[in-house]
């Protein structure tokens, strides 16, 4: 990595090309260290988007579920029929 031309540390500018070599190498690892960071807080957002959808796809199968429980509800067995009073008389 590159430094660029002006570093600012505690709102004080010094020019790179006279920094001497263990500033200059920790400046590129700050820099390092801010890639990483601005990388994790990409996959953090993605992850929480991710669960936003699983959430969100939670909640539709168990409202989902309520109501085919409702609509599914089993009804009460019926009990025999007795035969027709037709039927009864012609045996």
């Known amino acids: 990595m590159s430094l660029p031309q002006y570093i600012t540390i ?3 500018s010094y020019a790179s090309e006279k920094l001497n ?5 920790q400046a590129v690892n700050v820099q390092v ?3 990483e ?3 994790l807080q990409q996959q953090i957002a993605i992850a929480q988007t991710a669960r936003n ?4 796809a939670l909640i539709e199968a168990v ?3 309520d109501e085919a429980a409702v609509a599914e509800k089993p009804k ?3 009990a025999p029929r007795k035969p027709k ?3 009864a008389a012609a045996a």
């Open 10 to 12: 505690n709102g004080t």
């Open 63 to 65: 409202k989902g579920k």
């Open 85 to 87: 009073a037709a039927a």
């Open 37 to 39: 960071l601005a990388r």
């Open 33 to 35: 260290v801010e890639a």
């Open 21 to 25: 070599d263990v500033a200059k190498m």
């Open 76 to 78: 009460k067995p019926r």
């Open 53 to 56: 959808a699983y959430v969100a």
